[in-house]
């Protein structure tokens, strides 16, 4: 009854437009007035002790590192980089959005951030040389939700933060998934673009090139600064989120110099905008967790797939795609946080390994970022595209096929998460 009280009070209320965050509260309310437990301060308490919590800091200065390196230049070095590299080549310029997407996803982890910042430089760039823009936008947002997987993700923190697994080993097993996230658009991208009469960038001569490296170079750096300093205990993954908001605040005044007072103050604001949203909604969900606790609802869940716990890989393909489907009606985040204490104590009772899971299952949810009718990534991107939702679904359509063909292998193929985690992390 708990279950059905908890899953009805959500999604009535998400029903009749309730923000996500609300929505948490009355449901940990419903299910405290079901239970008699009804305590106006135990919902404060919640609420205060729900961001009281170390790990947590990593996502402000993580989110202001990403708006750093938009207002102080490294975003648009990497693109130039890039288009300076590759955009010579037949279907170029669609090379260079992957790359930059996998760099970007290594700065900022927030897929919208860099499907925003991608698509507006690159799009117009790709209609220019004859790119089908409908394809263009797609490309670009399966490109952008690379970020979620690869360190510095914020979905990962929360991940971490909501299950208690280590934040570091999950970073560390983000970036073999995520690199093959951008092998596999790579490869889909050269079937769908091979025959396309579009013209290419005049190559750059050996100068050009040697000065977009020299140029780049400070924003390469970061992404080796995170994952060194996380695989050898070097800092945490909160202090390593300070190092990346502090190397791309003196990279952007001091070395490129085009962040000035006034870029600054904008940056800030906008990173205490996002920041609030997310500890709000970090909050809101610590309520309806100590609830979910308190009524058993994971031993409830655990029930109902009795006897799935001894067949590990039919139960990934279960719950995957049940959370796929969810994961088409509900963003990211909220779904990090209502689901992972529902699900962890069974895949924790199957023996599956917490830290697979967590790249798995974010992934997962990652794709949802796609689909209509809530994908934020999508929505982002028909935005910035200039373009009909219809149209952009359409383009995204062999990209998002590819990307779930993946999340497939990783279920069935454990070790593509597991042996490059052992081999980085030491064990």
């Known amino acids: 009854m708990d279950l059905v009280i908890f899953a009805g009070a959500l999604f009535g209320a998400i029903a009749i437009g309730m923000p996500i965050a609300f929505a948490l509260i009355m449901t940990g309310i419903a299910l405290m007035l079901h239970q008699d437990l009804f ?105 952008g939700i690379i970020a979620p997987i690869l360190p510095p993700s914020i979905p990962l923190i929360l991940f971490g933060v909501t299950s208690g697994v280590s934040i570091s080993k999950l970073f560390i097993a983000g970036i073999f998934p995520g690199l093959l996230m951008g092998l596999v658009l790579t490869l889909v991208w050269w079937l769908v673009s091979r025959h396309d009469n579009t013209a ?51 990279v952007g005044a001091v070395i490129y110099r085009e962040l000035d007072m006034a870029g600054l103050y904008r940056v800030l604001v906008a990173s205490a905008r996002l920041t609030s949203i997310i500890m709000f909604l970090v909050a809101a969900s610590s309520i309806a967790a100590w609830l979910i606790t308190m009524a058993d609802i994971p031993g409830q869940v655990a029930d109902l797939l009795s006897g799935w716990e001894e067949h590990p890989v039919r139960l990934m393909l279960l719950i995957n795609a049940l959370v796929l489907l969810i994961g088409m009606a509900m963003d990211l985040a909220p779904l990090i946080l209502i689901l992972t204490p529902v699900l962890m104590p069974v895949f924790t009772a199957a023996g599956i390994d917490p830290v697979y899971f967590g ?60 042996i490059p985690l052992h081999f980085l992390h030491g064990g």
């Open 200 to 250: 290419v960038l005049e190559r750059a001569s050996g100068r050009e090139r040697l000065a977009a490296v020299r140029n780049a170079v400070w924003a390469l750096v970061l992404p080796v600064i995170i994952v060194v300093g996380l695989r050898f205990g070097v800092f945490t993954p909160t202090e390593a989120g300070v190092v990346a908001a502090f190397y791309a605040l003196f």
């Open 39 to 143: 305590d106006s301060q135990l919902i404060t308490e919640n609420l205060v002790s729900g961001t009281n919590n170390f790990s947590l800091m990593a996502i402000p200065f993580f989110v202001l590192a990403g708006e750093l390196m938009n207002a102080g230049g490294i975003t648009k070095r990497i693109i130039h980089l890039g288009l300076t590299l590759l955009g010579h080549r037949r279907g170029g310029i669609g090379y260079v959005a992957i790359v930059a997407a996998i760099l970007f996803a290594s700065l900022s982890g927030s897929a919208v951030a860099d499907t925003v910042a991608l698509g507006s430089v690159l799009i117009p760039l790709m209609v220019k040389a004859g790119y089908e823009r409908n394809r263009s936008c797609g490309l670009i947002a399966a490109s």
């Open 359 to 418: 790249v798995v299952f974010v992934l997962n949810l990652s794709i949802g970022l796609l689909t209509p009718p809530v994908g934020t990534v999508l929505a982002a991107i028909t935005s910035v595209g200039q373009t009909s939702l219809a149209a952009v679904v359409r383009g995204i359509g062999p990209f998002f096929l590819a990307q779930v063909l993946l999340l497939l292998a990783l279920i069935l193929f454990p070790q593509l998460v597991l």
